[in-house]
């Protein structure tokens, strides 16, 4: 149960499974053609171009360079460590940030974000879907209050896209970034790119301040061909995990959208109700808690000794790497192809640990509130 | 036989199926291990550090960046596109750069490079070991007396390493680059840059003109952990390919460099036999011709015919990609895990392929000749 | 969590993901070296033979024919659907049979044996070790005092072996059955027989009243040269089965068959005790309830509905076979690779299929009192 | 290319790659349910049953006693080892059996099996389709005149059915064996019988002298039931092999078996006409020749040194088994997922082994004869 590479859906892996794919054979370049078409849909993104980018996450993050113009001027509004990330990548760059920030469990109030766009010394303001080092989900609806200041807006939806709801169209987002292994359930390798059609003018005249491995002047007419389903590439994709992330995309058609998150949402619920039946304290404040990870304080018990146990005692979760609750908190992420029983697990093995550790846990008592969730 | 993503070996491929991995979880651990000390020993290379970058070898070629200079005077010998890739790759950066070519089946030559290196003007050399767009491969040993004069030196061996010879200390190489999905016969996924010692420094004191995600001044204490054994991460890698490659490494060590380089050789040289008994004419320049891949030209038949046919005789070959000989050639890969046999199914489709295609072809021609390199 | 096949550990299914294996491969006969000494260790069976039949645990139990003569008396004690079958295959045969029965969750006892035995009237006992159909183990013991009788003695142990306790030279048993897909963990396809030394005279004289693809005078020799490491066959075994069942032979080694025991104990009666706190009756009686199997009864839900609610809540239990108790009562199979968190997934899904039944339990009660016997 | 179990195609491996599978789950229902529909329309067997027997070929070789009454008389027409085995088989039953053998390479002639059948002394005339061990396919023309002589008629198919041409009802057979192995391309587990509507009265009378694994008493409402798509079991079936084998049956529908025989066909024919040219002598006799096996007679080598190194040249092939003519001879398997790549990988392989052993053989000889075929 670690915050991603998540655990994978058997048919998914079995779908990566070939000795002898070509990078532009009829198989990958159908796959190619489902995921951007499945994405489309899943997110509402129906205009603007989708990237699919070798690497992780961070390669996509760092794609927003490529809308970025020399001497912009970034807001970025961060929960914690990943949204932190922001800053560092922007820093090798020509561009001048004001980074706004929360202390952990908390999320940086809209209030702040607007008044200091209103200030109009900004281009564009950076939001963190998820923030996976707390566990924290923003409201995301401030971007399209900050698209209609005139700014770009970014969102980073690593940890949230495909376990959150996401309708980039009706909240005005020029570029989001996701990824391949987290709630979207496929192997890691993947960073996903969402832009929006009016961004992509920036790209095209070659505005940006991006590198070459993630300029998207050469990444864009491949994805046009990949998604006519005509085989094109431009640096060679890892495609074992595009075989696979086009499973992963079926299924997630298959389920629904609103299923989906509301299956997220109702095994992240149970297991906040279960860990505060055994009195541990959920980092995320009420109201900005995440469907996809979960961060949890631990009170007089070492991280380290519970991450341990816990693994022995038959689950691994994520330590936690916020520095500043790091060394009394553990993570638990909950996406991707996660149920009711993965619920109960969890919660069985906390007990269990915490036991072991010496806590006078009630066992029981947090599978029982898991439980009174669902029935 | 695609020029990679090659044929991957059956327990190479198995390594990777696992639906739940961590990253920093001991079998992820043990294999970034395994990779680390693997490389050292096939490439000679014990001093200096190894960067597994999560991409593809692209993102190691732009890798670089982080041992040039602003305003840094860089040399590039190429002899087909991927050598010109590098140009492309600087160009994004502020860096001059002076390219001397060869034309397609050509080698740029040691005196060029040489001379131009004594003008004194340059900061660095770039060389393509194999220039995968026309088979040749290049002397490295000029690398060698590149240094002596001062200059770092670089190596592209994507489609070079583990089927040509490559001894990184011996031909005093500062930066070598490979991709784990080419003669290493493991998936795509991963680009590999070997780094000198003396070159870290530069690294170390971030005078790179690098970007983000491939900043080595944050990987460098990542693979340093990994190579310890202990778990750590930047940007999350694509696990299941990690998994993969440790045990292609592994193989690699068991079947022994020198057996590996000469299978590769001799598959090579057999299927050059083949096809010039078939009339067919090598692009590659006597002498220059890579153990990995070969471009052949074709004479009075469209590359694209040729190839769909071959592919309804059951081999895909890949098309050529260098212009100014695309329309007249294709390209055989033949790196990984080739045997004689797969030399024999390549020669037999091509007979196949070309008397469909009404070329008067004496059927076995080809065969018997690779068969004779064998025996 | 069905009576068998039973969920396959991943080492061993990805064992048997061959294409290509020749029946007398060095691979295959690697394998089936391994099964046969591995098998020998973990029942200590050191002196007679083992033979591995492709077909089911039946084709293994009618294996017993090779010891059998013409106008043998046969003495079966019964528990369950699985000891009658016994009755079924010797009527196939001119054999005399005399049956006992218990009634569901009972076993017929040692002194009924016994004293059947002493009457001098039989030639061989047959008992089952675990009757999968009620969850009842016997005492094996007493087949060490029915063979000072004088008579063969046989088990059926196809629910046993690997969950339960057995050696085989110490109870002096002359025919034991087992299968792959039981506690043992492997795929289904292979029965295997143990047979004393002393009761192959019988088979080398060609005394039984067996069939031929049965015939242990072909498969013996075939056996003998498989143990020691040579190829040899009969009729075409399932390799994927085998390459199958030397992995989890090897992972039985292991863990080691006391460790492997104690878990299947622990984990059966953690189940135990959640089911009745949960208010439910156990068809074993005490004293007689197996490590592997647990047989329940359910009182005013109909078996079929609770079947089907609990595929929903995320697991597949077995039905009820024995014609005595099956409207009322189901199975849980816990054998092979169960763990801990497989008796707490169990019976957090037994809590909430009972109460959508409409029953009023408590939620969280049966995981209570099973993390109780962990702790 | 050994004569089953046969190169298995990946789609059909993949299909049985499941860790969790209940002998009655919806999966492996409907996998039977296809298995039966599938082999209905192939063998173009549309009244009588089908069973689905755990084991192998040889267990449903047995299988015939269940139509065979005590007392019955049998005529067998065998071409070598495997037509033989229905005579060890019969003679563990009450059956008199009269055998008519022909030399190896030779077929038992019709006018010797119709006169004697003619005699009216037989109960039951038994023919093989393709005799493995000598690579010799029968014409089953023969049975539909034994029919109606009122004889019942059964044919061996265990190495035919799925290469060679095969319609029951034309035919009118009353008993037809196969297995899951060989020409249909999936792993070895499941023996295959098809019964008459005619003979199954006998069955249902319970006439027959069979034991009782293959009672088909037991197993012909089971498989009625799995054809209606519903669960049912007699004994455990390997329910991995049985998602193989309906993957490998919907692949053989897709390919539709006149083009899957004349695939067999040419690759069989290409192979004898490589062989030929290499001055190798075919076991068959000329008419009789087999599309998924051909045995060769070796001269002036060892088979086992033939066999040794061939497969360090890349190919395992088949050792000959038939006593006669086992000490110069050896076998190809050609059935199942073979292509002509796969003959001509087999003839490379052979030139080079003989010229290694010594022989004076002119390279790409045998190639050359195959390419020819193709083209």
Redesign the interface.
């Known amino acids: 149960m670690?915050v991603?590479?998540v655990?994978?859906?058997?048919e998914v892996?079995?779908s990566?499974?070939?000795?002898?794919?070509?990078?532009t054979?009829d198989e990958v370049n159908e796959a190619f053609r489902e995921i951007i078409s499945g994405l489309r849909k899943m997110a509402n993104h129906n205009k603007g171009s989708i990237i699919l980018?070798?690497?992780?996450?961070?390669?996509a993050m760092?794609g927003l360079?490529n809308i970025l113009k020399k001497g912009n001027r970034v807001l970025l509004a961060t929960n914690g460590v990943f949204g932190d990330r922001w800053e560092?990548?922007l820093n090798?760059?020509p561009i001048e940030i004001k980074t706004i920030r929360s202390e952990p469990g908390d999320n940086v109030s809209e209030e702040e974000i607007l008044s200091n766009l209103e200030s109009k010394k900004f281009d564009a303001i950076i939001l963190t879907h998820v923030e996976t080092s707390t566990g924290v989900k923003s409201k995301i609806e401030v971007l399209r209050k900050a698209k209609d200041l005139g700014v770009i807006t970014v969102l980073d939806s690593v940890s949230g896209f495909g376990g959150e709801e996401l309708d980039i169209e009706k909240n005005k987002i020029d570029y989001v970034v996701t990824?391949s292994?987290k709630a979207l359930g496929a192997?890691?390798?993947i960073g996903i790119a969402f832009i929006s059609q009016e961004s992509l003018s920036i790209v095209e005249r070659g505005e940006g301040v991006?590198?070459?491995?993630?300029?998207f002047k050469k990444w864009l007419p491949v994805m046009s061909k990949l998604e006519e389903g005509k085989g094109s590439y431009?640096?060679?994709?890892?495609?074992?995990?595009i075989l696979a992330l086009a499973k992963a995309i079926e299924l997630c058609l298959k389920e629904g959208m609103s299923r989906r998150i509301e299956r997220h949402q109702t095994v992240a619920k149970a297991i906040r109700s279960g860990l505060e039946s055994l009195g541990l304290k959920i980092v995320a404040k009420r109201g900005f808690e995440a469907n996809t990870v979960t961060a949890v304080y631990l009170e007089g018990v070492s991280p380290i000794d519970f991450l341990n146990i816990a693994k022995q005692?038959?689950?691994?979760f994520?330590s936690s790497v916020h520095p500043k609750i790091a060394n009394r908190s553990f993570r638990i992420g909950h996406m991707g192809w996660v149920?009711?029983?993965f619920a109960?697990?969890a919660l069985?093995?906390i007990?269990?640990t915490l036991?072991?550790l010496g806590k006078d846990i009630?066992?029981?008592?947090g599978?029982?509130?898991a439980?009174?969730v669902?029935?």
């Open positions: 670690s991603g590479p655990n994978i859906n058997y892996l079995l990566s499974f070939r000795s002898n794919v070509g990078i054979s980018l070798p690497g992780s996450g961070t390669t760092e360079t560092e990548i090798k760059y990824a292994q192997p890691p390798g991006n590198g070459y491995f993630i300029d431009f640096a060679t994709p890892p495609v074992h995990v005692e038959g689950v691994e994520a149920t009711k029983n109960i697990l069985s093995v007990e269990r036991r072991r009630e066992m029981g008592r599978v029982r509130s439980q009174e669902f029935i």
